[in-house]
């Protein structure tokens, strides 16, 4: 291992040997911030489609989905149309991250 450098292959970003944790989980941390790592694609992507689930369901607030949710399941409407609302809920409840809490 001497003399190699640990390189991210998404952008070329450059850790020499002398990185304090060098080979540890450096490149691990990095990932999380790589601005080319194809994650932050899928995140965008994620942030997309929350926004328009947001904008179908009417809300992104946690109480106000538990709200929409027990109104919905008490509606007089066909179950597929509750089923399908009522997923957009859970969606949007799983998809949340601290950022937006
Ligand atoms: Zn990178």
Known sequence: M???VLTCVYCGHEYPQETPAW???VLTEHIKVCEKHPMRQAEATIITLRSALVGLVG???????DGIEAAMRLLPAPDADKAATINAIDALRKTRTARQS
Request: net charge negative; proline share 8%; no cysteine.
């Open 23 to 25: 080979g540890n989980n």
């Open 2 to 4: 001497e003399g190699r």
């Open 59 to 65: 809300s992104d607030d946690p109480k106000t989905l």
